[in-house]
């Protein structure tokens, strides 16, 4: 069983940058996705981010390209998700989970979940 612990979040400005980390409680395969999701008020849960443990092969969600970067440190066994030039939009609660998705962005094919931590961006 892997636990994962989000860090990071918090109040931050609109315009301005705030990092995510995910640490797992234990190694995982080296195949393993690691993904960010989050989830609105009244919205469904969408993906974010998602970085492969072994290659660092990175997915996107097209609402962040080019604003947010995913990146991991095998060593602390730590992924972390850099959000710049935040809009008010990005308000919600990011999740991270771990597991070996065919498509990166399907949540369903993950199996393990953080508890999930808040963002809000303000105007």
């Known amino acids: 069983q892997v636990q994962l612990v989000e860090s990071g979040g918090g109040l931050v400005q609109a315009g301005y940058s705030l990092t995510l980390s995910c640490t797992a409680s234990?190694?995982?395969?080296?195949?393993?996705?690691v993904g960010w999701f989050r989830q609105a008020p009244g919205k469904e849960r969408e993906f974010v981010a998602a970085?492969?443990?072994?290659?660092?092969?990175?997915w996107y969600g097209d609402p962040v390209k080019g604003r947010f970067f995913i990146s991991r440190d095998n060593s602390k066994n730590t992924a972390s998700l850099y959000m710049n030039t935040l809009i008010l939009e990005d308000t919600a609660v990011y999740y991270c989970?771990?597991?070996?998705?065919?498509?990166?962005?399907?949540?369903?094919?993950?199996?393990?979940w953080g508890q999930g931590t808040q963002v809000t961006v303000s105007s």
């Open positions: 970085i492969r443990w072994s290659n660092g092969d990175r």
């Open positions: 234990a190694r995982t395969e080296s195949s393993t996705i």
């Open positions: 989970a771990a597991g070996n998705p065919y498509y990166a962005n399907d949540e369903d094919a993950y199996d393990y």
